[in-house]
């Protein structure tokens, strides 16, 4: 059974560009949550999909949004990049079944690093 | 607001000695509390979590934690450190929010193993 998987897993960007990174979730679960992780910090929460619809976000700018597709899988989009949005971005998927939610909660991929200059 | 505090930005610890990881929460009455390991360069693996019942709970590579509600904490132990133990840990805790939850990370805590 497939976890999550993002790609690409390296990516390097200039300052000004958009940028769009991708997860596919894994088999089963039915929510994404997008995450950033600056070097040396915990992950920051950015948002979340259910439903292909943004449910929560964190304190992000609107430069960044996503976008959930009906397969569950789910693209984060940068826009105008900073040097500062240099970062490992996460994907961890979830399912809304509370019983299973309970036994496994997230499941994570291995990142996108994003490097911006 | 509901969060997770890591007080040890860095430890360091001999290897075969043992370990404890501090974390503090602020949440409800029913906190919802993980522990994350993350080597270099990688995802975050879930080391174990505690939703309710027995305090003392059980996880994976030996990892044990103790909730401890008159004291706000969960903290991480293990009984003797290997090498490939060294990484950075994470305490978290769930939240609701519109009625959708999600998890919120303490900042860390690095773990430096010595032979």
Same mark, same amino acid.
């Given at each position: 059974?497939a976890?999550?998987?993002q790609?690409?897993?390296?990516?390097?960007?200039?300052?000004?560009? @958009?940028?769009?990174?991708?997860?596919?979730?894994? +088999? !089963? #679960?039915?929510?994404?949550?997008?995450?950033q992780?600056?070097?040396?910090?915990?992950?920051?929460?950015?948002?979340?999909?259910?439903?292909?619809?943004?449910? @929560?976000?964190?304190?992000?700018?609107?430069?960044? +949004? !996503? #976008?959930?597709?009906?397969n569950?899988s789910?693209?984060?989009?940068?826009?105008?990049?900073?040097?500062g949005?240099?970062?490992?971005?996460?994907?961890?998927?979830?399912?809304?079944?509370a019983?299973?939610?309970?036994?496994?909660?997230y499941?994570f991929?291995?990142?996108?690093?994003?490097?911006?200059? | 607001?509901?969060?997770?505090?890591q007080?040890?930005?860095?430890?360091?610890?001999?290897?075969?000695?043992s370990?404890?990881?501090?974390?503090?929460?602020s949440?409800?009455?029913?906190?919802?509390?993980?522990?994350?390991v993350q080597?270099p360069?990688?995802?975050?693996?879930?080391?174990?979590?505690?939703?309710?019942?027995?305090?003392?709970?059980?996880?994976?590579?030996?990892?044990?934690?103790?909730?401890?509600?008159?004291?706000?904490?969960?903290?991480?132990?293990?009984?003797?450190?290997?090498?490939?133990?060294?990484?950075?840990?994470?305490?978290?805790?769930?939240s609701?929010?519109?009625?959708?939850?999600?998890?919120?990370?303490g900042?860390?805590?690095?773990?430096?193993?010595?032979?």
């Amino acid at each position: 059974d497939a976890g999550v998987t993002q790609s690409p897993t390296h990516l390097i960007k200039t300052r000004g560009q @958009q940028v769009t990174l991708r997860c596919s979730p894994k +088999s !089963g #679960h039915d929510t994404v949550s997008w995450y950033q992780q600056a070097l040396g910090q915990g992950p920051q929460f950015i948002f979340q999909y259910y439903e292909e619809e943004e449910r @929560q976000r964190g304190n992000f700018p609107d430069r960044f +949004s !996503g #976008h959930q597709f009906p397969n569950y899988s789910s693209e984060l989009n940068v826009n105008a990049l900073l040097l500062g949005d240099s970062a490992l971005y996460l994907c961890a998927s979830s399912t809304t079944v509370a019983i299973e939610w309970a036994r496994y909660g997230y499941t994570f991929g291995s990142g996108t690093r994003l490097t911006v200059v | 607001a509901q969060s997770v505090t890591q007080p040890d930005i860095h430890i360091t610890v001999s290897e075969g000695a043992s370990l404890e990881l501090r974390c503090n929460y602020s949440y409800g009455a029913t906190p919802y509390l993980f522990w994350y390991v993350q080597s270099p360069g990688q995802g975050l693996q879930l080391l174990l979590k505690y939703f309710s019942g027995d305090t003392l709970v059980q996880g994976i590579k030996g990892f044990e934690a103790e909730f401890k509600r008159s004291q706000s904490s969960f903290n991480l132990r293990k009984p003797s450190v290997h090498w490939s133990d060294a990484a950075e840990y994470f305490c978290a805790g769930r939240s609701y929010s519109g009625g959708y939850q999600k998890v919120t990370f303490g900042t860390g805590t690095k773990l430096q193993v010595i032979p």
